[in-house]
């Protein structure tokens, strides 16, 4: 008696609270649909048609943006999320001086799954 007491006296704060629906957060938080699976294939010519300009090939760098090969944008100092909102959001220059980066309007939350996967596997391949 005394444990469904308190359950029911923790749980009174509860009522009336509107809980995130999980599209809402898949969608704030630039996440693909949950039963996508990333492909290295669509995420490489996404990356070249749409990253290489600045980044480089490979993800290695150019003159104009930083190589996302680099420690700096490992998973343990940038996680994928950070990748995501990048894309979504533009990044204030940081870490380089290349200056910001854009908002990528034309890139979906399927596609930059892709290109992180194939990020991801270039910078193992560079280390």
């Not at 007491?5 to 749980?11: A, Q, R």
């Not at 001086?97 to 990020?119: C, Q, R, S, W």
């Amino acid at each position: 008696m005394k444990y469904l007491i308190s359950v029911t006296l923790l749980s009174l704060p509860l009522l009336g609270c509107d809980f995130p629906d999980p599209e809402q957060i898949r969608e704030n938080q630039f996440l693909p649909d949950k039963n996508f699976k990333p492909n290295i294939r669509i995420g490489e010519a996404k990356y070249n048609s749409s990253c290489s300009q600045c980044h480089g090939k490979s993800a290695r760098g150019s003159s104009i943006g930083p190589p996302l090969v680099h420690k700096l944008y490992l998973p343990n100092h940038h996680a994928d999320q950070s990748f995501r909102w990048a894309v979504r959001d533009g990044v204030k220059q940081h870490h380089w001086h290349f200056g910001d980066m854009p908002k990528m309007k034309d890139i979906t939350p399927e596609d930059i799954a892709n290109i992180i996967l194939y990020v991801r596997t270039e910078q193992r391949n560079a280390n």
